[in-house]
């Protein structure tokens, strides 16, 4: 369902969120069912962000062979200091173990993402911008 999904979708933006992560460097590490299963079918449908939650920490991954980013905001709760796995870290672009949010802004032409932490203080950003089309 979700293949078809995205593959008739005519959305600029596609972001696809769920609750595991497919790829984090947190406490659980790689989902490798996500990995195996749904990857693919994000990489083949041109999807721009997967959301999660679950690891307890802020992170951003970056995909090797798609625009793909993998982005966790698990740290609104209890904060995990010092539970990182570092299993696989290919692709980090931003880590941070402490509790915080991410916030999203989304127009025709550019996603931002600015992740913060508890206090409200910027702790990275991330931009990109895609040509308009009909």
């Not at 939650?53 to 793909?68: F, Q, V, Y």
């Not at 692709?91 to 992740?115: A, C, H, K, N, T």
Request: aromatic share 8%.
């Amino acid at each position: 369902d979700l293949d078809l999904a995205l593959k008739e979708s005519n959305a600029k933006w596609k972001i696809v969120v769920g609750h595991h992560a497919i790829r984090s460097v947190g406490h659980h590490g790689d989902t490798h069912e996500l990995v195996r299963r749904l990857l693919p079918l994000l990489q083949a449908n041109n999807v721009d962000l997967y959301m999660n939650g679950h690891d307890h920490c802020l992170e951003r991954i970056s995909d090797s062979k798609s625009p793909l980013q993998f982005v966790t905001s698990g740290a609104g709760s209890k904060a995990w200091r010092g539970d990182v796995k570092n299993l696989n870290d290919q692709g980090l672009r931003f880590f941070y173990d402490g509790q915080g949010f991410v916030s999203v802004r989304l127009s025709d032409s550019d996603i931002e993402l600015v992740f913060y932490d508890v206090d409200g203080r910027v702790l990275h950003q991330w931009v990109r911008s895609k040509q308009l089309h009909t």
